[in-house]
């Protein structure tokens, strides 16, 4: 017999499981209706995605169902298709005429591309005015070069005749550059308004004949000599107002008639030139029958690579020459100025070559070469961004005579004077860019460029600092024959060195203001010329306004 505990259990198990009974009626149909909608989504799906494809892929085997209420008749559709077939022909047609078009198109771009590269008759380009024929085959290049001086010295001179304070036009020349036969030929003509050269107002006349534009280049007429770096530099771009003191007495005249043949590689990792001349000075005849032979030549080692030293430039240039019987006083590299030699900017000289014997008749006595004349040089260029480091040395050696120069008679034959000389110079660009001047030491007519460009027209400030030291020594030759003029005036050992500072303030490279300062001091033999008793120095200060065009 069971208790009532017993029943109670029981009663609590059988509403259990009729609670399990319904919720697993309830289970089972939710998830059939989950089944049911599962079903119907997928048949939904499958039914848009067949539409879908219908409409993309048409079945090109069953006709079009028509869309309008009633079906078109045979003639009809015929009429759309030929409707078709037409609109595809104008397309087709208008799609060959845009493409006509568009050919038409490129060829003018490619006409107006031509015709604006083609420059204009005249104008300025890469810093030169230009006139030129249509064709380019004849093209002219006006310019014009004009420096005007003011010179001061102290403590000042104290004898007649010496230089004092004073303004002058130093160089006013017009000049004319020409390319003929598309640059196959060029040419300059150039004269002088201001101080003339040996009373011919003569400067650059040349004809330069391209037989290769850059390997090859056959230059004849009167121009600057390929001896040392400065002196191949125009006067235009030097940064003192003249070359130095080294360049100027030691080296060759700054310009003769000659004959020369140069070239260079393109990207001047060399450069040659080689010529005669007639080594009497600028427009001056040959004084005998003996030509000077000149000659240069300089690397740039490194000038294809992309280093920083890429444009470092060393070189050295050469003069033979003879001199015989031409019974003119030696004035060494410098324009002839009274008979004088070692001179300052302003023409001042300290070596008397020419001076009055002792008979006390006044009979000019002058040292002339005669004999051999040799001269070497060393050069080195190191532009270095802002900076630019120069440094020449110059060697001469002359044999020479002293003549009574009225009688053109030797009075003492067989001497020699012998010279060395150095000069070393850096300058700094604190403002602007030095690379708006030209290459130094490669001179030639400026070729139009039409991709070129005016240079900067900013302004830009030039510091430059030099040191030049010459040592010559004069040793007189023996006695031709008796004479009561007594023993030469001149013979000796000369030293000068002098120390230049400068300052030039460039707009463009075409307009120049230039101040210097200049002190010279002099030791000497016999034949030296003191600006004051017992003074041994002298101290210019100079300055310049110049246009170059």
């Known amino acids: 017999m069971r208790g009532p505990h017993a029943a109670a259990g029981h009663e609590r198990l059988l509403c259990n499981a009729r609670r399990a009974c319904n919720h697993a009626r309830v289970q089972r149909k939710a998830s059939r209706w989950r089944c049911l909608w599962s079903a119907l989504l997928v048949s939904l799906c499958l039914l848009t ?69 083609r420059p204009p008759l005249a104008g300025f380009a890469n810093g030169n005015f230009f006139v030129r024929s249509r064709d380019d085959w004849f093209r002219l290049t006006p310019s014009l070069r004009l420096q005007i001086d003011a010179y001061f010295y102290a403590p000042d001179f104290d004898k007649p005749g010496q230089p004092g304070a004073t303004l002058l036009v130093r160089r006013a020349r017009p000049e004319l550059f020409g390319h003929l036969f598309g640059g196959r030929v060029q040419f300059m003509l150039a004269g002088e308004f201001a101080e003339l050269p040996n009373g011919r107002p003569a400067t650059d006349v040349f004809l330069i004949f391209n037989v290769h534009r850059d390997y090859a280049r056959i230059q004849v007429g009167q ?38 043949l140069s070239g260079s590689h393109p990207q001047r990792l060399l450069y040659y030139s080689l010529g005669i001349f007639n080594g009497a000075g600028i427009n001056m005849r040959d004084f005998d029958d003996h030509f000077d032979v000149v000659g240069r030549l300089f690397v740039r080692p490194l000038a294809t690579s992309t280093v920083l030293f890429n444009r470092v430039q060393l070189g050295g240039s050469f003069s033979w020459g003879e001199r015989h019987l031409n019974n003119s006083a030696y004035v060494g590299g410098a324009v002839p100025n009274g008979g004088g030699w070692l001179n300052t900017p302003s023409q001042y000289n300290f070596f008397r070559t020419v001076y009055s014997g002792a008979d006390g008749n006044g009979t000019k006595l002058g040292v002339v070469p005669e004999g051999t004349i040799v001269r070497g040089a060393v050069e080195l260029n190191v532009p270095v961004g802002r900076f630019v480091a120069r440094s020449e040395y110059i060697y001469q050696r002359s044999d020479v005579n002293e003549n009574i120069l009225d009688r053109a008679a030797p009075l003492r034959v067989g001497g020699s004077l012998e010279a060395h000389g150095v000069y070393g110079q850096i300058a700094f660009w604190p403002l602007g860019n030095p690379d708006i001047l030209p290459d130094p030491g490669v001179q030639s007519a400026p070729m139009f460029d039409a991709s070129g460009d005016a240079p900067e027209s900013d302004f830009h400030l030039e510091l430059v600092a030099r040191f030049d030291y010459v040592w010559a020594q004069y040793v007189a030759g023996v006695d031709a024959a ?34 210097n300062y200049v002190y010279h001091h002099i030791d000497g033999g016999l034949g030296v010329q003191l600006p004051a008793t017992d003074q041994r120095f002298v101290q210019e200060l100079s300055a310049r306004a110049a246009l170059a065009l």
Request: net charge positive; hydrophobic share 40%; charged share 30%.
């Open 49 to 117: 995605a067949a539409s879908a494809r219908a409409q993309i892929y048409p079945d090109p085997d069953k006709p079009d169902k028509p869309q309008g209420p009633a079906p078109a008749s045979k003639k009809a559709l015929e009429a759309e298709r030929q409707k078709r077939i037409a609109l595809e022909r104008r397309a087709e047609a208008m799609a060959k005429r845009i493409a006509e078009i568009e050919r038409r198109a490129r060829r003018d771009r490619r006409h107006i591309g031509r015709a604006l590269a």
């Open 223 to 260: 121009f600057d000599l390929p001896f040392t770096l400065e002196n191949r530099t125009s006067d235009r771009y030097i940064p003192f107002l003249e070359r130095s003191f080294v360049v100027r007495n030691l080296g060759t005249a700054t310009k003769e008639p000659g004959l020369m």
């Open 482 to 515: 008796p004479h009561a003029l007594g023993a030469s005036q001149v013979a000796g050992t000369y030293k000068v060195w002098d120390l230049a500072l400068g300052v030039n303030l460039w707009w463009t490279r075409h307009v120049r203001l230039s101040i």
